[in-house]
């Protein structure tokens, strides 16, 4: 039943990023045209970020952020595919990462509110750790 177990929440959270993507440049050329900002003005971001509005570069930090933690889950989840280890109690911590990463896009990208947000990506961080030390214990355990 989970042959494929967390290959599925790989994917899912690859194509959050993507729609994240999306929404990034959606907000992002919109916020660069009513500030007058030329393209090759965003040769270094971080200065063109500053000249952007919040609403914009929230969505911008959040598509970094996603390219960031998450490299640590697939990196895992693959890992804990190839070993066999995709357990329901595994798979149910994948999606659970992947969910809260999807909340955490959403917070940081509408209402922005830090706590909130650093709850959610601790919580986040947390299910991440036990996959991965659940994970490395089915490796020596074999």
């Avoid at 967390?6 to 993507?18: E, G, H, M, N, T």
């Avoid at 030329?38 to 390219?67: C, I, S």
């Avoid at 990462?97 to 959403?106: D, E, F, G, I, K």
Wanted: with cysteine.
């Amino acid at each position: 039943m989970y042959q494929h177990g967390l290959i599925a929440p790989v994917i899912a959270l690859v194509l959050w990023s993507l729609i994240v993507f999306v929404w990034m440049y959606a907000t992002r050329f919109p916020a660069m045209a009513g500030a007058k900002i030329k393209p090759q003005d965003g040769a270094f971001t971080r200065e063109m970020g500053a000249k952007l509005p919040a609403w914009a570069r929230q969505v911008a930090d959040n598509y970094n952020h996603l390219m960031e933690q998450p490299t640590i889950f697939y990196a895992t989840a693959l890992a804990a595919q190839l070993a066999g280890a995709t357990d329901a109690y595994n798979v149910g911590l994948a999606w659970l990462y992947v969910a809260l990463r999807a909340v955490h896009s959403l917070i940081q990208g509408t209402v922005n509110i830090v706590p909130l947000r650093f709850l959610i990506f601790t919580v986040g961080t947390v299910a991440l750790a036990i996959l991965a030390v659940r994970v490395a214990l089915s490796l020596c355990t074999g």
